[in-house]
């Protein structure tokens, strides 16, 4: 059985910071790309970064450059997302999801075969 465990989410003020994991069980981690969407209340799913865990490439989107970055621990097949210089707009439901590795510069939400259960991250002003 496949399960993506998502955690770390929680209260914090903007301007701080968090770090998300996605713990994954029953995949051969090394055939998949990870990633991190989110949704906000009244918002569609959106992609924030992927990477790939053979070799550590990793794909962001626009909005957060600079701001999250995306780590892989083969060892642990756990995915981090760590954030920081959080704003209110980043409150949301976090998802981890596991896609075939060639999608691993993908963040259409339709390429992404395995989904964790979500994390809440809420930003507070």
């Known amino acids: 059985e496949v399960q993506l465990q998502a955690s770390g989410g929680g209260l914090v003020q903007a301007g701080g910071s968090l770090r998300l994991s996605c713990a994954a069980s029953?995949?051969?981690?090394?055939?998949?790309?990870i990633a991190w969407f989110r949704q906000a209340p009244g918002k569609e799913r959106e992609g924030i970064s992927t990477?790939?865990?053979?070799?550590?490439?990793?794909y962001y989107a626009d909005f957060v450059k600079g701001r999250f970055t995306i780590s892989s621990d083969n060892a642990k097949n756990t995915v981090y997302l760590q954030m920081n210089s959080l704003m209110t707009e980043d409150t949301a439901v976090y998802y981890c999801?596991?896609?075939?590795?060639?999608?691993?510069?993908?963040?259409?939400?339709?390429?992404?075969?395995?989904w964790g259960q979500g994390t809440l991250v809420t930003v507070s002003s």
């Open positions: 990477i790939n865990s053979n070799d550590d490439s990793a």
């Open positions: 999801a596991a896609a075939p590795d060639s999608y691993w510069y993908s963040l259409d939400l339709n390429d992404y075969e395995y």
């Open positions: 029953g995949i051969t981690f090394d055939d998949y790309a």
